[in-house]
């Protein structure tokens, strides 16, 4: 059974940084699309970033500059480099994975990221 676990999230003054992990268990996913995504209170759940299979990267305009998506294969893990946090980034944060799938279909239990100004 797939598994996904965030970890990394906290309350940061606007300006500083944050890494997130996510870490997989039950499959290996180095064949396969992951994500990172979000959800602040009273708002739909958004995309943040993408990680193909390939490596290749693509990212929410919102975040471009200053979030990196990145992955460690070996360790099964899923990083989130947010950097110049800003107040509008305060959401809960998932990540996600597109197991056989078109779509997202596994999804992490999510961590809470509080950016103050």
């Known amino acids: 059974q797939v598994q996904l676990v965030e970890s990394g999230g906290g309350l940061v003054q606007a300006g500083g940084s944050l890494r997130l992990s996510c870490a997989a268990s039950?499959?290996?996913?180095?064949?396969?699309?992951m994500g990172w995504f979000r959800q602040a209170p009273g708002l739909e759940r958004e995309f943040v970033a993408e990680?193909?299979?390939?490596?290749?990267?693509y990212y929410a305009d919102s975040v471009k500059g200053r979030f990196t998506i990145s992955r460690d294969n070996a360790r099964n893990t899923l990083y989130l480099q947010m950097n110049s946090l800003k107040p509008e980034d305060t959401a809960i944060y998932y990540c996600?994975?597109?197991?056989?799938?078109?779509?997202?279909?596994?999804w992490g239990q999510g961590t809470q990221v509080t950016v103050s100004s």
């Open positions: 996600a994975v597109k197991y056989s799938s078109s779509k997202y279909n596994y």
């Open positions: 039950g499959r290996t996913f180095s064949g396969y699309d």
């Open positions: 990680s193909e299979w390939s490596g290749t990267a």
